[in-house]
């Protein structure tokens, strides 16, 4: 037993080691959830290895039994701490039962019916289905933030419960009620062995779980603000390319023309005012922390109207027509919304054909709870290989004949609408012009 017991104060000073890590990114304000809770399994572990291993090579079976109930409240916060990385709530109910019934079942097999086996075989019990369970919820996450560090959690609760499983099964036929021989010390050596791998396993995991979510979290963020400062740039340019025209058409009047020029700089002013209430509007999400405020209902029209207004003199000058359906309204947000119609117009007009006059038809339908809204135009058009790629960052169709351009527009309209829970979609025939279709909820009648 002096061997036993030389291990399990082994797997006390790792145990500690790694509760002293655990607990050293905890007080560093590491706001990882879990952390608490696997610092924890750590530092009563080791205080079950130390329990266990003095009763080991004192045959004490007072020491031993505290050790044994440590180390099912340890395997027991392991677990909970998984929960807790994966935003569950802690099965109460079966860390109760298991906690109760390894009180009771040690109390029984150590000091009434004298058969230390016993004990070890109810606890491994308890051990394979605890960590099975918590071993098959990791297996089945999906989150991409918590996929890869579950899936490796996984695997180790999975070899613990096994082992424990071979031992339950061993249990049965070594030692029981036969006294310590060379078998089952040899056993358990092993099995200690393994305790100490899994102890270092299981807090080096979710220490690498815990560093992946951050990962994931700020590869994230940097993306949607590589994204975010994409569509401002984008957006920022249709009332300002509006202020400029303006400016060049003033520029270019008859002194006598001061009518015009009143008009004209009336309309700029209009134009800057557009653009000082697009910045409003980023001010405000940015004081949300970038959250979207919940959809509202939403008068389709008064968007559509909106949109236009900075694209007048583009219109003007394009030479095209405009015509508006009735409309009708939807569960969204006013100002992104605008922000979808302005972009698809702006498209048409930008992707005109040279050879015909520009016509713009917007039309609405409402059916089964959901508004469609299609904004059809005569001009290019998209090769249809190519539309199911138009919504992609910084991506074009093949057919843009050099007219400048990012590839930003589609793909903010793609991730406002879906941000209501509606689609875009596009039809669309090279030379010939394009349909886009917005599917957006409608307000509950």
Known sequence: ????????????????????????????????????EMAGAMGI????????????????????????????????????????????????????????????GDAYFMFIDDRLSGALALNSLAYVIVCGVTAHRLFTETRPGLRRGCLLLGFMFGVFAA????????RIFIDFPA???????SFDLIYALIGIAVSIGWSLGFLWTSYSIAEHR????????????????????TPLNAIIGYLDAIDHLPESAEQHKARFIATTRQAAERMNRFIDHLLEQSSHNGEEPAPAVVDTMACIKEALEPLEYKIVTAGAEVHVGDTYDVLANRFQLMRVFQNLLD?????RHDERRLRIRISSSKTDGWVRISVEDNGLGIPEESCGEIFGQYTRSAETNGIPGYGLGLSECLHIVESFGGTIEVTSEAGAGSTFTLKLPAPAT
Not at 347 to 351: F, G, L, R, S
Request: charged share 10%; proline share 2%.
């Open 45 to 104: 572990g080791s205080v079950g290895a130390i329990l266990t291993g003095i009763g080991a090579t004192t045959t004490d079976y007072v020491f031993a039994y505290f050790g044994f109930q440590c180390f099912v409240v340890g395997v027991l916060l392991a677990t909970r701490s998984t929960r807790r990385i994966q935003g569950l709530r802690p099965l109460y109910l079966l860390e109760a039962a298991t906690l109760f019934a390894c009180v009771a």
């Open 163 to 170: 082992v424990s499983l071979v031992r339950v099964l061993v």
């Open 218 to 237: 700020l590869r994230a963020a940097n993306e949607k603000l590589q994204r975010f400062s994409g569509a401002v740039a984008h957006d920022l340019k």
């Open 179 to 185: 006294p310590a021989n060379a078998q089952n010390v």
């Open 1 to 36: 037993m002096f061997y036993i017991g030389s291990i399990l104060l082994a797997l006390a000073v790792v145990e500690i080691v790694m509760a002293a890590v655990l607990i050293a990114f905890w007080k560093m304000r590491m706001t990882a959830p879990g952390l608490a």
């Open 347 to 351: 498209n048409a007009i930008k992707y």
